[in-house]
């Protein structure tokens, strides 16, 4: 699973193929727990330059979240966007 965690105009303007949009200060145990109900699977968080993606993780360790990885910045990213 990506992450993104910019804001909903950022994400317009490019995100990773496939990334689900969850701004960083959206995000409360329920909406995670709504958008990303198995705390077992791998998330791989991103943002624009690594500060929010690192809130991000923070936060959803603290839900019960066990296989976090974040990737930081989108910039540079190899892989296409969308």
Not at 25 to 52: H, K, N
Request: hydrophobic letters at 40%; charged letters at 30%; proline letters at 6%.
């Amino acid at each position: 699973m990506l992450l993104d965690v910019r804001e909903e105009d950022e994400y317009i303007t490019g995100h990773a193929v496939d990334a689900l949009l969850l701004p960083v200060d959206e995000i409360t145990p329920q909406r995670a727990a709504d958008l990303l109900p198995d705390r077992e699977a791998p998330i791989l968080v991103y943002c624009r330059s690594g500060r929010r993606s690192r809130r991000a993780a923070a936060l959803l360790e603290s839900f019960g979240y066990s296989r976090l990885y974040d990737l930081g910045s989108l910039i540079g990213w190899p892989y296409g966007l969308e």
